[in-house]
């Protein structure tokens, strides 16, 4: 199911919980692959969730997915993505409707309409993971661990008046 473009490169929100965005990256190390999957408010850029897996399938999206709403209240967000399979199956959207959540989507093969999440990988592999020569998968895993603490609440950031997501979150609210 391909929903629309409902996002169309808005990137700003005005509270908290009202615009989210997802996507999943590929980590390459010692002949190995993770998959990171994870999803980030855009009114103040935190990490909401995330999951790492050795297969990039549908189980990594739905459980980074279900990781989010355990920590907050998803009814009416718009979770934003593009048209992988994961995102486009019917267990997705069915976790979505369930969940009361709005689905939109990139136009096909266009990372553009989801520059914010591309962005944030960047600045995960520039800032932590091309840094280390990991040998192990739970190096990698705790890596993204410290990078995810750091990055929502040490990691301060120019569009946030210097300040870091959860700082930035804290104070406005």
Not at 12 to 35: C, H, M
Not at 129 to 135: A, G, I
């Amino acid at each position: 199911m391909i929903s629309d473009n409902q996002l169309n490169k808005d990137f700003q929100a005005s509270k908290t919980n009202e615009k989210w965005v997802t996507d999943i990256t590929y980590l390459n190390f010692n002949g190995q692959r993770l998959y990171l999957s994870a999803i980030k408010d855009l009114y103040n850029n935190e990490i909401i969730a995330y999951e790492i897996s050795r297969r990039n399938d549908l189980k990594l999206v739905l459980d980074t997915l279900k990781k989010a709403r355990k920590k907050q209240n998803v009814k009416g967000i718009l979770l934003h993505s593009n048209q992988g399979f994961q995102y486009t199956s019917r267990q997705y959207n069915q976790l979505l409707k369930k969940y009361q959540m709005k689905a939109s989507m990139s136009r096909k093969g266009n990372c553009w309409d989801n520059a914010c999440i591309e962005n944030f990988f960047s600045h995960f592999k520039s800032e932590c993971f091309h840094l280390y020569s990991f040998r192990k998968a739970d190096e990698v895993k705790v890596a993204v661990r410290k990078y995810m603490h750091f990055y929502n609440y040490q990691r301060f950031q120019k569009k946030l008046n210097n300040l870091s997501p959860y700082k930035y979150r804290t104070q406005v609210a």
